[in-house]
């Protein structure tokens, strides 16, 4: 999924570096995504971005647990 000029694919930096398959994974961002925004979006795309991280998450690791720290 390309957004913003930009692609988040997990399972291809694992292959690429060699990264074994995690056990858990963490996503503890968020925090650029209430950045410059107007009060009354930010609850939409703080969602819209989670939505894309855990979905691209799930794809390639679904039997991993996923953790969503703030």
């Known amino acids: 999924m390309v957004r913003n ?3 988040f694919d997990p399972a291809f ?3 690429r570096f060699s ?3 995690p056990d858990i994974v963490i996503n503890a961002l ?3 995504d209430v950045r410059d925004r107007p009060v009354s979006t930010i609850y939409a795309d703080v ?4 939505s894309v991280i855990h979905s691209q998450i799930l794809e390639p ?3 991993q647990l996923l953790l ?3």
């Open 30 to 32: 968020g925090t650029n």
């Open 47 to 50: 969602l819209d971005g989670e």
């Open 5 to 7: 000029g930009y692609v």
């Open 19 to 21: 990264f074994p398959t």
């Open 68 to 70: 969503y720290l703030q």
């Open 61 to 63: 690791y679904v039997m």
């Open 13 to 15: 930096y694992q292959v």
